[in-house]
């Protein structure tokens, strides 16, 4: 009996066909992404534990955000109460995957960064959380540093 050679994740996940982008692990053991939103590129952190994807105040005019004040004040990263806006309609593309429609919150990053700064990692334009995972199917390999999304 001959047996079937081993399928890696990466060829099963590409056969069911999702796109993978490498991940590059932070000094402070984040995962950082490269993606563009509007047509402009930017660095940002993969964060679980978001709900929503966010950008900066200071990311308006880099990404050509439309910006309506919100309701909704954000937690998190050893920050709360923050004042927020939205820009509900922008184009986002991680790798090959790309979404219209897609909602951004905009807050204050300079703690995020700061953090960042003081353990001598970059800083980013944001975070890309859990909304983009969830709508992109998205499927972490922590060994290999990838994250996969389905097209």
Known sequence: MSEKPETSLKDFLLEKGYTKIKLKLTKTNH???KSTINGIKGNFILDTGASSSCVGFEAIETFKLKVIDSEVKAAGAGAIDMLT????????????????KVPLILFNLTHVNTALINHNAQPVDGIIGADILKKGKGIIDYEKKYLYLKL
């Open 31 to 33: 995962f950082e992404i």
């Open 85 to 100: 806006q939205i820009s509900k309609k922008n184009q986002i593309k991680i790798g090959q995957w790309k979404q219209d």
